[in-house]
């Protein structure tokens, strides 16, 4: 609820119109209790008083009524209706809407079809003719209102539900054996209240305004009683001669409903999770920077990352995914990125070209040298001409990159011609010729095939073609093989390992798995909690690791006729990257943890090999 507050009245307007609506609401319940003048008390000798007159605040209408008395009455009685009128909407629209989309098949069609036929008819038309057959009142207006409205509602919250009751969530409350009911009370339900109370909170002030307008054409509240609409309906015939009778009440709707509406704006904005976290922001086309100064370079190499910091601005939080990381790769190498997941690996991967989503994501310090050349705040259309000729990527799910629509060859061509002018005839041979570089059986037939045509295997085979179709330098595959079954694994770190000796491919291979790292990377750094905590030769920390984390990481892989041996998992979990601990990240969770691993910051001692570690299994 804090956090709510927080967000709420981050967004300025939202919290001008908290403040207002607040205000108008706090009189509006105080109004029995304050000394006011009986709202329906007439007064002929003192018709349309000016403001200010003795005794009228706001002056009186064509009854020397006085103005700020129904004024005050007829707010109360605008907001009871407009509220009651969203709410009975909301509330039958949002249970119209999860019945149709969670039963779906008769149900949703016969219900929709209804909704849709009262969508069908113009909104004013319908309540007017809802009115019509009810007849006049206050009551038979909410109940208009609260009709043509709740279509709005019922299609929202149905197509909320369509996606939600077909989640693995739902389904496995079905296995539990759970009935519709409880189903839908307590799975379905609480998933669709916050949509519910945001599509409400945007449209109150909208039925505030319906109820005005249908009182304004007398088919709402009756004389004497005042609600705003009423007072605007009674004071038309005198606008140009008492023009203060209409404008009371016009600036009372006014500053209700924009209150509501900048309110309404502000509650969607704070209850929103992807709004909260930047995920619908449109991401800036390369991540924010924000470092004050650049980090000489340490050393030389094809790609060198030296004191790379990148941090996601969440509020007030700040996650140090990638705390002072410095690695460095040279021209057909292997370096294998190794750690639990969380610990920053992908951040890392990320960083490198820029393609952190910002918001929330910033680049806080270090460097990133490719050629010498830094690419942390370089222009985007440096960037841009870099990304897949220089660097390219291949990620853990290739489904998810490829696109769904397009065939794999015209997906292929596109690559190539990004970077390279070439007829489209040429692109489709490259695209061939690529598809047969990566061992995909009868390429020229199978570049015609969709991404959800092939297996995961072929896929990832795809995916590496996509990489390797500008000849890039460097290749940063992210877990690209963790989604594969072992043997198809092995097939495509072959693969892998085939293109960096034949085409002198640098390689910065993202993994959480050591077996993996044994077979394909030279050299090995492992991370934890956003930083480095050991480098080295693969075969040197693999035989004999120098980080207790490094040690343990090994411990949990499972090797082939190995004898005997407990697998040992590691106890406790990765820490909050928003709350690192003092020290040693890893100490609370391991068994030679001294006072002094709590304290300070702790040095990447070493050369060749190098630990992050006081007191580590073997001297770097
Ligand atoms: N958009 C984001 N907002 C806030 N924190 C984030 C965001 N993206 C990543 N993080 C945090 O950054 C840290 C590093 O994430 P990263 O994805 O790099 O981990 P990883 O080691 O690659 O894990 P995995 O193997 O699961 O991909 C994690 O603690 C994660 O919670």
Redesign the pocket.
């Known amino acids: 609820m804090k956090l709510f507050l927080r967000l709420l009245f981050r967004n300025r307007l939202a919290g001008f119109g908290a403040v207002v609506l607040g205000a108008i609401v706090v009189l509006a319940v105080l109004t029995p209790v304050l000394p006011l003048h009986a709202p329906n008390e007439t007064n002929t000798a003192n018709r349309f008083l000016r403001p200010f007159a003795e005794g009228h605040l706001l002056g009186t209408d064509h009854l020397g009524r006085d103005l700020l008395s129904r004024l005050m009455w007829g707010t109360r009685l605008s907001l009871a209706v407009g509220f009651a009128a969203a709410l009975v909407a909301g509330l039958a629209g949002a249970a119209i809407g999860v019945i149709a989309g969670y039963f779906g098949g008769r149900t949703d069609n016969v219900t929709m079809r209804g909704v849709d036929m009262l969508m069908a008819f113009p909104y004013i038309l319908l309540a007017l003719a809802i009115v019509a057959v009810l007849g006049p009142g206050l009551l038979n207006a909410l109940i208009a209102v609260a009709v043509v409205n709740i279509p709005f509602f019922a299609r929202n919250i149905r197509g909320i539900t369509v996606g939600i009751a077909h989640r693995e969530f739902i389904d496995a409350a079905r296995l539990a054996g759970m009935g519709h009911t409880r189903i839908l009370l307590t799975e379905v339900v609480p998933n669709v209240v916050p949509v519910v109370v945001i599509a409400m909170s945007t449209t109150i002030g909208w039925m505030i305004l319906e109820t005005a307008g249908l009182s304004f054409l007398g088919l709402g509240s009756q004389p004497p009683q005042a609600d705003l609409g009423s007072m605007l309906g009674e004071a038309r015939s005198a606008l140009i001669t008492a023009p203060h009778t209409s404008i009371v009440p016009g600036v009372m709707i006014l500053l209700i409903v924009m209150s509501v509406n900048l309110l309404g704006d502000g509650i969607r904005d704070a209850l929103d999770p992807r709004l909260r976290?930047g995920a619908l922001a449109r991401p800036m086309a390369a991540t924010r920077v924000e470092r004050k100064t650049v980090p000489a370079p340490e050393g030389e190499g094809l790609l060198r990352i030296d004191g790379l910091e990148t941090q996601?601005h969440?509020g007030a939080r700040v996650?140090k995914?990638v705390n002072k990381v410095s690695l460095d790769l040279k021209p057909g190498e292997c370096l294998g990125l190794i750690?639990e997941?969380?610990?920053?690996?992908?951040?890392t991967a990320l960083s490198v070209m820029g393609l952190v989503?910002s918001p929330?994501?910033v680049i806080t310090g270090g460097a990133v040298r490719l050629n010498g050349q830094d690419l942390i705040g370089a222009p985007y259309e440096v960037l841009r001409a870099l990304r897949g000729r220089k660097v390219a990527y291949i990620f853990q799910d290739p489904l998810s990159t490829l696109h769904p629509l397009y065939r794999i060859g015209d997906q292929l061509i596109e690559a190539i011609r990004v970077h390279e002018p070439v007829s489209r005839a040429q692109a489709h041979e490259r695209a061939i010729k690529l598809l047969e570089d990566v061992r995909i059986p009868n390429a020229r037939a199978r570049a015609r095939a969709f991404p959800h045509e092939l297996s995961g295997g072929m896929r990832q085979r795809v995916g590496i073609a996509m990489a390797m179709a500008n000849d890039p330098d460097i290749i940063i595959a992210d877990?690209p093989t963790t989604a594969l079954d072992v043997t198809v694994q092995a097939q495509i770190l072959a693969l892998l390992d085939d293109l960096r000796r034949s085409r002198g491919l640098a390689i910065l291979f993202?993994t959480?798995d050591f077996g993996v790292v044994g077979q394909l990377c030279d050299r090995v750094a492992v991370m934890y909690g956003g930083r480095i905590v050991e480098t080295g030769p693969t075969a040197e920390v693999l035989e004999a690791p120098a980080h207790p984390y490094t040690r343990r990481l090994i411990a949990c892989v499972p090797e082939l006729g190995g004898g005997r041996r407990v697998l040992a998992a590691i106890p406790g979990l990765p820490p909050a990257?928003d709350d690192l601990p003092q020290g040693c990240a890893f100490a609370p969770r391991c068994d030679k943890a001294q006072d002094a691993c709590r304290k300070g910051e702790i040095a990447l001692t070493g050369a060749a090999r190098q630990v992050r570690c006081l007191y580590p299994e073997v001297a770097p």
């Open positions: 976290s996601f969440i996650y995914a750690g997941s969380g610990s920053g690996k992908s951040v989503a929330p994501g877990e993202i959480h990257v």
